[in-house]
Structures are given as C-alpha cells and as structure tokens.
C-alpha cells in the first residue's frame, strides 16, 4: 500500500490525514494484515484460508459468535460434506490427529468432528500445529457457499476446548496489536476484509466509539434502547447485544420482532416478512443506542429484495430464547459500521463505514 501511494504522490497527504491518534489503535509498525473477504449476496461474507503440507485451500466465515475453527474431513460421506472442499489429511505431512471429538451448534445447524492439529495460513499468518476439527458429520449446512468456519470469539466458549487460531497467533507474537475488524461491503462481491493485528483508518469516518464488553469473554455489549420515530420499540430498559459476523439478520425475542414487523407494514409469508417496496421510501430509520451513541439503520438497510423482486425485513427470532432480552446485530448491522474487536482491553470499536 505505500509503495502504490508514493507511487502516486499520495503517502504525505494520507499520513497528514491518518495521523496516529492515541484514541484510536493504528498499524503504525505493526505488521497488519488485511485479508480478503467475498460477500456472497449481501448475506455470506467469506474468505480463503490453507490447512496442511502442501497448502489445501477452504473457504470459511470469520465468525465472531464463536471459537472454533472446522473443516469438513474427506471421511465424511455426507450430503453436507460432500458438496464442500474436505481435507484430505493423508495428503498433508504435517498432519496429526487425536482422539478428542466435540459438537458445536450454530442458529442454522450444528456439526460433530475430531480434533486435529495441522499448519494453518490466513494469508501471511501462519499457525503450525494449530488445533483444528475435522467434521464427520454436518446438519444444516447443505445448501451453502462456505466450506467451514473460523471463530473469533473467546477460548472459554470454544466447544472443542482447543485453542483459537487468534489467541495461538497472539502467544506466538505473529499478531502485534490484540485486535481484528471487519468491513463488510454492500451490493459488491469484493472489497470486503478483515483485518489482523491493527487498524486501517481508511475503512471508516470519523472517531471509533468503544464499547466496553458486558464481561470479558463473549462479544456482548449492552444496548441502551432501540428506537424509531422517537419511540423506543425494543429493549426499552436496556438489553445485550451480541455483535456477531456469523449471522446474517438482526435477531431478537420473537415477541419484540413481531411488534417490529408490524410497526413497518410487514407480512409473514413462509419465513420470512415481506412489504411494499415502496416501503423502503417512506419508512424511518431503526436506531439501535449503543453506549450513548445513536447507531442509525435506515430502511434501505432492513429491507432487502429476494430472488424474485419481492421485499422482505431483515429482522428474525433468536430461536434459542437467552433468559435476559438479547439481540443479534449481524452483518446488516455491520455493512453500516466498521467494527473492531479488541482482546487487549475487552471491548468493540463502532464507526460509520466508508
């Protein structure tokens, strides 16, 4: 990136503008990594990633919902496995297997492996011996682009008990600065990324508003309100959010969604709620208020054109109920505002995204 800003007689003018600002985390010396990510239809956001010796490449969500990183294994059979990329581990040299099996459930499906250990690259990171599942058997999973996923989330939530590729990168010092970002792109497949180890200024405008984490160990912040026309419509005396690059939609308490959907005009037909897409002109904006700041998502943002031209709202149930109210601000949320996750001091940083 230097090298093509001099090139162009741009590097004074960007290092006057991106100045390091203590308020801010910047990639001054640090050695950031900026990874591609594809979106696939406004609704997957994935990147490529290499597992073994010689390389084996498998696209995978960066999810920070969870902790595990997992593949499918060339022995399961499947439906599921079958149709994705699967590791071929008598193919690797630096494979080795144990005889540890785990299960993890997502909100769309679940899967049940073994733990491995083998080299893994995202991009010019490297992780050798790095504890990895192997999916014997998928559910859920049958009609998507990805072939596994990489969480981003805490150790202590990690299903597998192995540790997560982030914190084995940071205790091995390739990773400088404690934290990642994403930006998500809107309407285009590439352009997206997420970054590794620093923070690139150009993504976002304006100041990052930290949000400090519930408690350490989970991505869940707390939410003051969510509002629309001046009313509060949702989680009226505060609630958590978890903000979550796995998910897709917004998601929430069934009954608090479905009083949404009908302030909007919605209609439920199959799984979804559909209205006018002249409903996307006249309808105000949702405002969720995170930690005092007003964070705005309008109605070009919650409302969404299927396949067939019809329009539908973004907002859908959690359907596992936590105890307390809590939302799922997934990457509708997150195509709005660049996020950084941040170990080192337990909390998420949110900016309007350029």
Not at 249 to 256: A, D, E, R, S
Request: net charge negative.
């Amino acid at each position: 990136m230097r090298k093509t800003l001099s090139g162009k007689h741009m590097l004074n003018n960007f290092l006057k503008e991106h100045a390091y600002r203590l308020s801010q985390i910047s990639f001054r010396g640090s050695n950031l990594t900026i990874h591609p990510l594809r979106n696939i239809k406004d609704v997957v956001y994935m990147g490529s990633i290499t597992i073994g010796t010689p390389p084996q490449e498998f696209q995978v969500i960066f999810d920070t919902g969870s902790s595990d990183l997992w593949v499918p294994s060339d022995i399961c059979a499947i439906t599921p496995c079958s149709t994705h990329n699967r590791f071929r581990h008598l193919q690797s040299s630096t494979f080795r297997i144990t005889n540890k099996t785990f299960s993890v459930a997502y909100e769309s499906g679940s899967m049940k492996g073994v733990v491995a250990h083998d080299t893994v690259r995202i991009g010019d990171l490297v992780s050798t011996d790095q504890p990895f599942g192997l999916s014997m058997a998928e559910y859920g999973f049958e009609d998507v682009t990805f072939d596994g996923i990489l969480g981003l989330n805490y150790p202590n939530v990690s299903f597998s008990g192995a540790i997560p590729i982030f914190d084995k990168l940071k205790n091995e010092g390739a990773i400088s600065e404690l934290v990642f970002a994403f930006y998500l792109s809107t309407d285009k497949q590439e352009g997206s990324v997420v970054m590794f180890g620093g923070v690139d200024h150009r993504y976002y405008e304006g100041e990052l508003n930290w949000v400090p984490l519930i408690q350490a160990g989970d991505w869940i912040v707390h939410m003051d309100r969510i509002s629309m026309r001046r009313e509060v419509i949702a989680c009226s005396g505060g609630c958590e959010a978890v903000v979550d690059t796995g998910v897709s939609m917004i998601k929430g308490p069934g009954i608090l969604v479905d009083n949404i959907q009908e302030l909007i005009g919605a209609r439920p037909r199959g799984s979804k709620h559909y209205v006018s897409c002249s409903a996307v002109n006249t309808l105000p904006p949702i405002i969720f208020t995170i930690n005092g700041v007003n964070y705005q998502v309008p109605a070009q943002a919650y409302i969404l054109k299927d396949s067939r031209g019809y329009c539908y709202t973004i907002f859908e149930e959690i359907t596992v109920s936590p105890s307390t109210e809590t939302w799922i601000l997934g990457n509708i949320f997150l195509r709005l505002y660049f996020s950084v996750f941040d170990r080192a001091n337990d909390r998420i940083g949110l900016a309007r995204a350029v």
